[in-house]
């Protein structure tokens, strides 16, 4: 039967070692990779918040047309700042004009910790924020009325009015609010009297 060799080639001869070889370890610790966990808190933590007076921060008009563009540039933020809850309520009211901050932080629910109930709040008070504005007949008429005293010389001047009227026009429309020949009567009402002949 063969026997095992009792030396390493190159080496020392193992039956005369005084005790079993151990291969060296190495002392310096093994770096662990990130986790994801690990990679998020780390992102949040570099990430802060713009300041108010920088071209970065989200900007509101006060108007319900901007809104929602406003709140999905802050949530996009707070989202990398990792912030959540009042601290998330305290920081959008930050970033608006004096009279709408007064007017978010009178709001009962400014003062919890309920983000998404504050927001809805919010959205009472701005009709159409989302886009889908509740037309009526009559901004249909004040429309006319507004261009009706602006002069209108040129094809962008004209294009500019039915733009706009159209706007209006077409949810009355589909909601039978208003009938075509009505709206055909307004729209021109809209044009002054100068450009009518041409048109």
Not at 6 to 17: A, E, F, Q, R, Y
Not at 33 to 52: H, K, N, V, W
Not at 144 to 149: D, L, P, T
Request: charged letters at 25%.
């Amino acid at each position: 039967m063969p026997h095992a060799p009792n030396s390493i080639p190159g080496g020392k001869i193992l039956s005369n070692l005084p005790f079993a070889y151990v291969p060296p370890t190495s002392t310096k610790p093994i770096a662990s990779a990130p986790t994801i966990a690990q990679d998020s808190i780390m992102s949040t933590m570099l990430y802060e918040m713009p300041f108010r007076s920088t071209d970065c921060t989200p900007k509101f008009d006060r108007t319900s047309d901007t809104l929602a563009e406003f709140i999905d540039a802050y949530e996009e933020c707070t989202d990398r700042a990792g912030l959540q809850g009042l601290d998330k309520i305290k920081g959008i009211i930050k970033y608006l004009e004096r009279e709408d901050r007064e007017l978010w932080a009178g709001l009962p629910e400014a003062q919890t910790s309920d983000y998404d109930a504050f927001m809805k709040e919010v959205k009472v008070m701005y009709l159409g924020w989302d886009g889908k504005r509740q037309y009526v007949p009559a901004d249909l008429q004040a429309l006319a009325c507004e261009y009706a005293q602006k002069p209108m010389f040129s094809g962008q001047e004209l294009s500019a009015y039915l733009c706009a009227f159209r706007k209006i026009m077409q949810p009355l429309l589909n909601k039978d609010c208003i009938g075509k020949a009505e709206c055909d009567r307004i729209f021109m009402e809209g044009i002054p009297s100068e450009a009518q002949a041409p048109i």
